[in-house]
């Protein structure tokens, strides 16, 4: 599961052209779209979207015959996913990387940003691939890069590419690089599967005939904490995703789940029954006994860092019904966060501490709801009744769930306002997603 590419190379123009708890922890405790390759990628659906989002084209690339992924309608997709971003068309062949389009006929056609490039074979059987953005309206060069990589890198290199195309336009890192993970079921068979971040190339990292839930990144991205029941009740693994090894974390006398890191990766907090109960517990990565955070009678579980340590959201059947809460690390200042809705659970904060995302129960189902923990505002931005699991991209613009369309499990991302949703492929009947931090 290597994910890293050679350093990229800096291009420079021919100086001729020198002139651009519903999841399964929560019931264990709670009792471009006009590209047909960008379509094959996703589903892509847009709503009520207008001039906000930056139009951008992407010509042609020049590529070999036979080449195994279409990079540029990867870059594509990854960009019209984001929601920031509206493809226009751009059917000009034989303008790649080496050149100096002339800028004005594109912004007299309302684009801002156009991208070139190209894939050619190199000798030893790899393959460099180059690109370069033009500012349509400013006239001038974004810049560009080369990636030499093998076959199977090729979608990495796409993916860095719209991190790059992504960046230069919105000021804001892009998350297309980074991975997913998420627990698939298929004919009694559990996987653990790590993917792209638009479900593609998965991999999967742990098989098993008894249920895996609760998969939680690290925050450097090196391991995943899951909850198995190979030992017939829940335990807590770390998975090891270079080489394959697994520890065991938490196999305490009754039950184990709901794991979460520390920002800083040295403690793991979980649900545990240790006192009868489910209440959550901090576990010191190096070893020594866990310490009891919560203290009800009722059920505690589904803890979740804000991305500055300072504080936790859990959710807790303390008032009679699973709502959710925040406290210190320590367990001291609890306040209730949410007061809408009867049923609430599956807490995770955006990495910039502004945004709940959440499950409510309503209407018989369950949907997605996101809280401006400023404003105090709540919205919905999914129309299905069964989604679960909600989890931030790194650069808290995209929400990845899971959820259920016309009978099968599925998962999506939107963005926070609800505009510009995608289905992502997926391995077998998918549920608990987690996106991965971003790499360096």
Avoid: C
Avoid at 210 to 225: C, H, K, T
Avoid at 274 to 284: F, K, N, P, R, V
Avoid at 286 to 302: K, L, N, S
């Amino acid at each position: 599961m290597n994910r890293h590419l050679p350093a990229p190379v800096t291009l420079s123009l021919p100086r001729a052209a020198r002139r651009r708890f519903l999841g399964q922890a929560a019931a264990l405790a709670l009792g471009g779209a006009g590209i047909p390759a960008a379509r094959a990628q996703f589903r892509v659906e847009v709503t009520g979207v207008g001039m906000q989002q930056i139009p951008f084209a992407i010509a042609p690339f020049r590529v070999p015959p036979g080449l195994p992924q279409d990079v540029a309608a990867i870059v594509a997709a990854d960009l019209v996913r984001s929601g920031m971003l509206r493809q226009l068309p751009a059917n000009v062949p034989g303008l790649d990387e080496t050149a100096r389009p002339e800028l004005a006929p594109w912004k007299a056609q309302g684009v801002d940003a156009l991208l070139t490039g190209s894939v050619r074979p190199l000798a030893d059987g790899r393959f460099d691939v180059r690109f370069r953005l033009w500012d349509a309206v400013r006239g001038t060069d974004l810049g560009g890069l080369s990636y030499p990589v093998g076959a199977g890198q090729l979608r990495l290199a796409a993916h860095r590419i719209a991190d790059y195309v992504y960046e230069k336009l919105t000021g804001e890192k892009g998350v297309f690089s980074t991975r997913i993970a998420y627990v698939g079921e298929q004919g009694g068979q559990f996987r653990l599967w790590v993917a792209d971040a638009d479900g593609e190339n998965a991999q999967a990292a742990l098989s098993s005939s008894e249920p895996i839930i609760s998969p939680a990144w690290s925050p450097n991205g090196q391991q995943l904490a899951y909850v198995s029941f190979e030992a017939r009740k829940p335990v807590i693994y770390a998975h090891d995703l270079a080489s394959g090894r697994r520890r065991l974390l938490a196999s305490f006398r009754g039950s184990n789940s709901a794991p979460a890191w520390s920002p800083d990766g040295r403690r793991l907090y979980a649900t545990l029954t240790l006192a009868g109960s489910s209440q959550i517990y901090a576990l010191d990565l190096e070893g020594g006994a866990p310490q009891r955070i919560t203290q009800t009678g009722g059920i505690d579980t589904e803890p979740a860092f804000a991305p500055d340590g300072k504080s936790v959201y859990f959710v807790s059947d303390r008032g009679g019904a699973p709502q959710i809460y925040r406290m210190t690390p320590d367990g001291r200042e609890v306040t209730r966060v949410t007061f809408e809705g009867a049923y609430n659970i599956s807490p995770a904060v955006s990495p910039d501490g502004r945004h709940l995302a959440y499950v409510t129960r309503t209407n018989g189902g369950f949907q997605l709801r996101v809280l401006d923990l400023t404003t105090g505002s709540i919205s919905a931005p999914t129309d299905t009744s069964a989604d679960e699991s909600p989890s931030f991209a790194p650069n808290g613009r995209l929400i990845i769930y899971a959820t259920r369309v016309q009978g099968r499990e599925v998962l999506m991302t939107t963005t926070l306002d609800g505009r510009v949703k995608a289905r992502l492929n997926a391995q077998g009947n998918v549920r608990e997603p987690d996106w991965g931090p971003l790499q360096g």
